[in-house]
């Protein structure tokens, strides 16, 4: 008779007996919330044995005959008939939890993420440059040839209300390599389009399908790390659908002063397949839901043992379902929760006059700096500088919200995330009037880029925090929650382009900015109104309440 100890993960158990002779007897003790265990490699091979799994919740003698094709319990129907249910239900151990993985391998599986997010932000806006080519070729007006901006834009808010829905049921990396596999696929008839509708038809089919990393590719994220230690691997992954619109003119501005245009969408299509190559190597399943199911159809197929399973496996929910109801319910939100809408306008606005930039920062550096094209796109650095600076300023907020957190007992309110929303609320109409006066000849073209830094910090600190409080204060309902704020992002966004150019040249460059200041001025109160009236709001609203 052998005593033996067998542990699992953080569950210590003992009372295991095995008798070897024509029979081997193991005794188990009951053992509450374990869930099975092996018996050791060493003894399973002397019994001949591939995998013997116990579930938990039992106390009883088990004897099983000594037999190679013996593979578990599936031979003794008087034992399964006296197992509660969930006995079979499968957890993840310590070592098959995502957030146990390396350190290293964790990082490399952020910045893969990350990087894919940042080539398909920076895809949407190197087509700026391209314009003037893709209307003489293809002898269509330059405004006709803003859609290729617009609709990829507009790709890529409608693609999150598909994609959602499809990432839990199927899982994380099976959406990544699927819709990157799409948006690499879509990228060849833009970068050899014969004409301007196969060219823009596919712009719009790219942004759809690249959509996936900047709706789905945060929960990845949050799936690898715990909340103690999220805040830094979140934060690069935020930055990067923000630097690449900014990024992706910078791009284009050298590629189109010294390369045919179509080398754009060349180049754009060897990003595409480089990153399609790390999200195979370094990215892992993170989904717990699906790891469970995966790990619950293993041990049905090595034990033969047919009642394993996962609470996936016990959805009745419908794909179609889920979908319709991904479609409707972040339009439900908007039209019944103001303070949804108001946040929503707010960041679509913001966005909008960012995406409106690509066309208005030719006109102010070529019209009245006379800046060639490579010279135009090294202009949007002063964005991208203030968002890195904003960035930067994540360890002093990090300190604000624990103390914040401390002071209410660890439960601090949704509204604690709207101080970040603050400063930028005050930045982007500052940034956006010091540009507006700035925009005369005369004044250095230094100062406008100079002025487009508190412009590009504020608009990470708006974003930020409206995201976060978003899925804070709508947590019943988050992905809806972001999912509307996506989709009227990119519809300003897809919109403000097209009416960019005959805006500034019937106001004027000075008028135009203004005016685009004094409406971002307008909208600057919300956060301090929502910091103050929020709690009450929420309680008022029937999704925060669900």
């Known amino acids: 008779m052998m005593i033996l100890n067998a542990i699992l993960g953080s569950q210590v158990w003992t009372g295991l007996r095995f008798k070897i002779a024509d029979s081997v007897t193991v005794e188990i003790a009951s053992c509450d919330g374990c869930f099975s265990s092996s018996i050791p490699t060493r003894l399973r091979r002397g019994w001949g044995l591939r995998t013997f799994l116990v579930p938990m919740s039992v106390a009883s003698s088990i004897t099983l005959q000594q037999h190679p094709s013996l593979g578990g319990l599936t031979q003794m129907p008087e034992l399964k008939e006296n197992l509660p249910a969930d006995s079979f239900r ?8 995502p957030q146990e993985l390396p350190v290293i391998r964790k990082w490399a599986a952020v910045l893969a993420i990350s990087c894919a997010s940042l080539c398909v932000a920076s895809s949407s806006s190197m087509a ?17 040839s803003v859609l290729s901006l617009s609709l990829f834009v507009e790709g890529l808010g409608l693609g999150p209300l598909l994609v959602g829905p499809l990432s839990e049921v199927y899982g994380r990396n099976l959406v990544y390599r699927i819709s990157y596999g799409l948006f690499f696929l879509c990228s060849f008839p833009v970068a050899f389009a014969p004409n301007a509708g196969v060219f823009l ?18 929960g990845s994220i949050s799936d690898l790390f715990s909340d103690s230690t999220v805040a830094n691997p979140m934060a690069v992954y935020t930055i990067s659908p923000f630097i690449g619109p900014v990024l992706g003119p910078l791009l284009s501005g050298f590629i189109n002063q010294n390369l045919y245009w179509r080398w ?3 180049i754009q ?6 990153q399609y190559i790390a999200l195979f190597i370094l990215v892992p399943e993170t989904y717990t839901p699906i790891l469970l199911r995966k790990k619950a159809r293993r041990l049905r197929e090595d034990t033969g043992i047919t009642t394993y399973w996962a609470p996936l496996d016990r959805e009745n929910s419908h794909l179609l379902t889920a979908i319709a109801i991904s479609c409707y319910r972040p339009f439900q939100l908007m039209i019944f929760d103001r303070m949804a809408l108001l946040l929503n306008l707010w960041t679509a606005l913001i966005l909008g006059i960012l995406y409106l930039a690509f066309q208005a920062f030719p006109i102010i550096f070529v019209n009245n700096h006379g800046f060639n094209v490579q010279s135009t796109g090294l202009t949007f650095l002063g964005i991208g500088l203030g968002m890195i600076l904003a960035i930067s300023s994540q360890p002093y907020w990090n300190r604000l919200f624990a103390h914040e957190a401390d002071r209410h007992r660890g439960q601090p309110p949704p509204e604690v995330r709207l101080l970040m929303g603050k400063l930028g609320g005050v930045l982007v109409p500052v940034g956006l009037f010091w540009m507006a006066f ?3 000849p005369r004044v250095p073209w230094i100062v406008i880029i100079i002025a487009s830094i508190p412009f590009g910090a504020g608009i990470y600190f708006v974003f930020t925090s409206t995201f976060t409080y978003l899925v804070t204060a709508y947590r019943p309902i988050a992905a ?28 004027g460059t000075v008028g135009a900015t203004a005016l685009l200041a004094g409406l971002t001025t307008l909208m600057a109160p919300l956060p301090f109104i929502f910091y103050k009236i929020g709690a009450r709001l929420r309680a008022q609203s029937r999704f925060t309440a669900e």
């Open 90 to 97: 499968v957890y993840l151990d310590l070592h098959e939890n």
């Open 128 to 144: 700026v440059f391209a314009e003037d080519g893709v209307a003489q070729e293809f002898r269509i007006s330059r405004l006709v």
């Open 201 to 218: 038809v596919f712009r719009f089919l790219g942004g759809f399908c690249g959509s996936a990393f900047l709706s789905v590719a945060g």
């Open 264 to 266: 754009t969408f060349r």
């Open 269 to 274: 299509t060897i990003w595409v397949f480089i």
């Open 438 to 440: 700035s925009t005369y």
């Open 480 to 507: 809806s929650a972001m999912a509307s704020n996506s989709a009227l992002r990119s519809a300003f966004a897809a919109v403000f382009p097209i009416f960019a150019r005959p805006m500034y040249l019937k106001l």
